[in-house]
């Protein structure tokens, strides 16, 4: 079933409410989905509830009327927070979307030593705007009742000192580290960090400071991975460990 998001200064939904969608959303409803009078489709809070809809009129406008709420069932039962190094090209494009559609809530770039990529201040704003529409694609095609948050990017030290926070804060390091599996049966955790490098990986000096901080390092194999894989990656264990 089709699925929008709600203008976050929207008064909250109750059953009989009417919704006017406008904009983009509108142009896709009449244009690409071509709906009629009486068809359904689900309108998310962004809080965790859907809204079950039917369409009443469709034009450069689309209005709809609520008819039940119910609790969104594509939020994880966590909070997966990505840290992500620049990376070249649009790989980022591909972590935003594959980490949103795996479950998590929030991803932020950073800048670390071995990052081949670094945007001036100009081009950093037109990627973010960018990477956040991919966000909000990519929640509504997967089913999700949030749109996770994307970031502007943060200094090394400063992504640290944020994921550190987590229940699990987890260091993605090539160089070896506690096995991904272990770490995760240990405990269920409230909220997850997951800290990934570029294409070069961190320097031993990044991890040294990561371990002091008390981030957890962590291998996930005997394979190294790309970089643009290995959120999808942890984010698809967690979902497995605690999701189904």
Not at 29 to 34: F, T, V
Not at 85 to 92: C, E, I, N, Q
Not at 208 to 221: F, H, I, P, R, Y
């Amino acid at each position: 079933m089709p699925r929008f998001f709600i203008n976050k200064d929207a008064s909250a939904p109750a059953p009989g409410d009417l919704f006017e969608i406008t904009g983009d959303d509108a142009r896709h409803i009449s244009s690409s989905l071509r709906m009629k009078e009486g068809e359904k489709l689900i309108l998310c809070d962004g809080a965790g509830t859907d809204c079950l809809c039917a369409v009443e009129s469709v034009g450069p406008t689309v209005a709809v009327r609520v008819i039940s709420l119910s609790k969104s069932a594509g939020e994880p039962p966590y909070r997966a927070a990505v840290y992500q190094a620049l990376v070249k090209g649009d790989k980022f494009d591909s972590v935003v979307q594959k980490s949103v559609e795996c479950g998590a809530a929030s991803v932020t770039p950073f800048l670390s030593s071995r990052c081949v990529s670094r945007p001036d201040e100009r081009s950093a704003g037109k990627k973010a705007e960018r990477w956040r529409k991919i966000a909000a694609e990519a929640a509504m095609q997967c089913g999700r009742g949030a749109i996770p948050g994307v970031g502007d990017a943060i200094p090394f030290s400063e992504a640290i000192k944020a994921a550190v926070e987590a229940d699990i804060p987890l260091f993605c390091y090539e160089g070896g580290g506690e096995s991904l599996r272990e770490v995760l049966r240990r405990e269920r955790p409230g909220t997850v960090s997951v800290v990934i490098g570029p294409e070069g990986g961190f320097s031993p000096e990044e991890a040294a400071e990561a371990a002091a901080a008390g981030m957890k390092t962590v291998s996930l194999g005997a394979r190294i991975l790309r970089t643009e894989t290995v959120a999808q990656t942890v984010l698809s264990c967690l979902s497995y460990e605690f999701e189904t």
